[in-house]
C-alpha cells in the first residue's frame, strides 16, 4: 500500500524559512520522479518544484532560488527547502509522483504571514 506522508509545515514570518519532508513507502522510490505540489484556499492544486529519478531538478519560476528539491533514496524521503518565503507560498502542501500518480497524502500547511 503506497504511503506519502507530509511534515515539518507551520507558521512563518516572511523571510523566513521552513524543510518539508516526504516519507514514502509502497512505492520503488529510487526509481520515481517525484514533486512537491502545493494548494492555495481557493486555487488549483500546481506543481512546485519536481526531481527525477536520476536527479534532475526543475522550479516554477516563482520560486527558482528559493527553493530547494532533494531525495535521499536510502530514507526513502523527499525535501523541499524553502527560504525566503512569502505571503504568496500560503498553501498546503504534497508530495507525489509527476508521471505516475498515487495517492494523496493529507499535506502540511504553510503560512507566511506577520
Known amino acids: 500500500q503506497v504511503q506519502l506522508v507530509e511534515s515539518g509545515g507551520g507558521l512563518v514570518q516572511p523571510g523566513g524559512s521552513l524543510r518539508l519532508s516526504c516519507a514514502a513507502s509502497g512505492i520503488n522510490f529510487s526509481l520515481v520522479g517525484l514533486g512537491w505540489y502545493r494548494q492555495a484556499p481557493g486555487k488549483q492544486r500546481e506543481l512546485v518544484a519536481y526531481?527525477?529519478?536520476?536527479?534532475?531538478?526543475d522550479y516554477i519560476s516563482y520560486v527558482k532560488g528559493r527553493f530547494t528539491i532533494s531525495r535521499d533514496n536510502a530514507k526513502n524521503t523527499l525535501y523541499l527547502q524553502m527560504n525566503d518565503l512569502k505571503p504568496e507560498d500560503t498553501a498546503a502542501y504534497y508530495c507525489n509522483g509527476i508521471t505516475q500518480k498515487f495517492n494523496w497524502g493529507q499535506g502540511t500547511p504553510v503560512t507566511v504571514s506577520s
Open positions: 526531481i527525477t529519478s536520476g536527479s534532475v531538478t
